[in-house]
């Protein structure tokens, strides 16, 4: 075939393609997500960013099989104007090739990529938990990425250990040296857990910096932004405040539920309080939800219950959180964002986006085969979610 019929026919198989995807008007969840081109969405752990009139997906692209586990291509990105049809826009950050000695090379550990705006900068700034290869999860580090433009290419800028040299705030003088013995406490009992939330793991990690695994970003109405990591092998949630170009940490710190086990951060703020969702910590299998509210980002944070209710609420559903997206243009209305893993084949993994309620402090999820942004029309969120 000449190049110019070659070209024609390829255009004209997409168009066909695209043409047979048929147009989403709702939410389904659990279901394949197909995007513009008929693929199932490839964008786990993701998080969303609205800018310009458009949302931007950013997820862990997966491959077939165990391998896919690991970051064997980057971070894929999406676009859509209504959230429910999504059309792919690449790769935004691909990894450096086998062998390059690049801290995102091929085989690392890339996951739950956040991006935000700086608007100082004028920079679109992406966040993620790193693990270095070859390492499993030793490394616990957090790694950024910039961009001029939301749908990339990010140029890879960095690693850290947060707070490293830095105490979080209100921690006692007593609590910045070694207890005798305290190497030698048994895990979960009263004397360890005290430990714990007195400093056990924060003295042993200040030198390098605190340990960052599962993590999210969080912009507040003033422009500040926040790094939300579970830490301290995952047995307490970190929060950190970026620096104004949102690269960096400024060193003023904090601790969340110490010795609560918490990962799978997603916060969102509604009138005047924070609300955070975490998951418990159990590998790949899913559990049931936690959430905690708080009147400063520093805390005091206060548990409250499971947000799910109803059948499966036990497993959230058989998903864990990964973001709460404002939607545009609708007040107080937040997406609980999760994924359903799948291990053995990554790349078929599911998403579970749901209408996130509210009754009084405690957030609210029930489970909706099929459901549309009216929900949040409704004088209660979920009234309009059809079982």
């Given at each position: 075939?000449?190049?110019?019929?070659?070209?024609?026919?390829?255009?004209?198989?997409?168009?066909?393609?695209?043409?047979?995807?048929?147009?989403?008007?709702?939410?389904?969840?659990?279901?394949?997500?197909p995007?513009?081109?008929?693929?199932?969405?490839?964008?786990?752990?993701?998080?969303?960013?609205?800018?310009?009139?458009?949302?931007?997906?950013?997820?862990?692209?997966?491959?077939?099989?165990?391998?896919?586990?690991?970051?064997?291509?980057?971070?894929?990105?999406?676009?859509?104007k209504?959230?429910?049809?999504?059309?792919?826009?690449?790769?935004?950050?691909?990894?450096?090739?086998?062998?390059?000695?690049?801290?995102?090379?091929?085989?690392?550990?890339?996951?739950?990529?956040?991006?935000?705006?700086?608007?100082?900068?004028?920079?679109?700034?992406?966040?993620?938990?790193l693990?270095?290869?070859?390492?499993?999860?030793?490394?616990?580090?957090?790694?950024?990425?910039?961009?001029?433009?939301?749908?990339?290419?990010?140029r890879?800028?960095?690693?850290?250990?947060?707070?490293?040299?830095?105490?979080?705030?209100?921690?006692?003088?007593e609590w910045?040296?070694?207890?005798?013995g305290?190497?030698?406490?048994?895990?979960?009992?009263p004397?360890?857990?005290?430990?714990?939330?007195?400093?056990?793991?924060?003295?042993?990690?200040?030198t390098?910096?605190?340990?960052?695994?599962d993590?999210?970003?969080?912009?507040?109405?003033?422009?500040?932004?926040?790094?939300?990591?579970?830490?301290?092998?995952?047995?307490?949630?970190?929060?950190?405040?970026?620096?104004?170009?949102?690269?960096?940490f400024?060193?003023?710190?904090?601790?969340?539920?110490?010795?609560?086990?918490?990962?799978?951060?997603?916060?969102?703020?509604?009138?005047?309080?924070?609300?955070?969702?975490?998951?418990?910590?159990?590998?790949?299998?899913?559990?049931?939800?936690?959430s905690?509210?708080?009147?400063?980002?520093?805390?005091?944070?206060?548990?409250?219950?499971?947000?799910?209710?109803?059948?499966?609420?036990?497993?959230?559903?058989?998903?864990?959180?990964?973001?709460?997206?404002?939607v545009?243009?609708?007040k107080?209305?937040?997406?609980?964002?999760?994924?359903?893993?799948?291990?053995?084949?990554?790349?078929?993994?599911?998403?579970?986006?749901?209408?996130?309620?509210?009754?009084?402090?405690?957030?609210?999820?029930?489970?909706?085969?099929?459901?549309?942004?009216?929900?949040?029309?409704q004088?209660?969120?979920?009234?309009?979610?059809?079982?």
């Open positions: 075939m000449k190049p110019l019929l070659l070209l024609g026919a390829l255009a004209l198989a997409g168009s066909l393609a695209q043409a047979q995807t048929p147009r989403r008007t709702a939410f389904e969840p659990g279901q394949p997500w995007d513009n081109h008929g693929v199932h969405l490839n964008a786990h752990g993701a998080g969303a960013l609205y800018d310009h009139g458009r949302y931007y997906l950013f997820g862990e692209h997966k491959i077939a099989g165990p391998k896919g586990n690991s970051a064997q291509v980057g971070v894929h990105c999406y676009s859509s209504d959230l429910y049809n999504w059309q792919d826009e690449g790769i935004a950050l691909a990894v450096a090739p086998a062998g390059s000695g690049s801290e995102i090379e091929k085989g690392c550990v890339l996951e739950r990529p956040k991006v935000v705006y700086n608007k100082k900068t004028g920079q679109y700034v992406m966040w993620f938990h693990e270095l290869k070859g390492q499993g999860y030793a490394a616990a580090r957090t790694a950024v990425a910039v961009a001029s433009r939301p749908t990339g290419p990010y890879y800028v960095r690693s850290y250990r947060p707070g490293a040299g830095q105490w979080p705030l209100g921690f006692w003088e910045k040296q070694p207890r005798p305290e190497a030698d406490l048994k895990w979960w009992t004397a360890w857990r005290q430990a714990v939330a007195e400093g056990l793991f924060v003295r042993r990690d200040f390098p910096g605190q340990m960052a695994r993590m999210t970003i969080f912009v507040d109405d003033d422009g500040r932004a926040y790094h939300i990591s579970a830490s301290e092998e995952n047995l307490t949630l970190h929060v950190a405040e970026l620096t104004d170009d949102y690269q960096g400024t060193g003023k710190w904090n601790t969340i539920a110490p010795a609560g086990h918490n990962e799978a951060p997603a916060l969102c703020k509604k009138d005047g309080k924070y609300y955070l969702i975490t998951s418990g910590c159990t590998g790949w299998a899913p559990n049931a939800a936690r905690f509210v708080a009147s400063s980002i520093w805390g005091p944070w206060r548990q409250l219950a499971n947000p799910a209710v109803g059948p499966e609420a036990d497993s959230t559903f058989r998903s864990q959180s990964t973001y709460l997206l404002p545009a243009g609708r107080d209305a937040f997406i609980f964002m999760a994924d359903r893993w799948t291990p053995k084949n990554p790349i078929a993994g599911g998403y579970i986006w749901l209408p996130l309620g509210f009754e009084g402090d405690q957030p609210r999820l029930r489970w909706a085969d099929r459901w549309t942004l009216g929900a949040f029309d004088p209660k969120a979920n009234s309009s979610v059809s079982q």
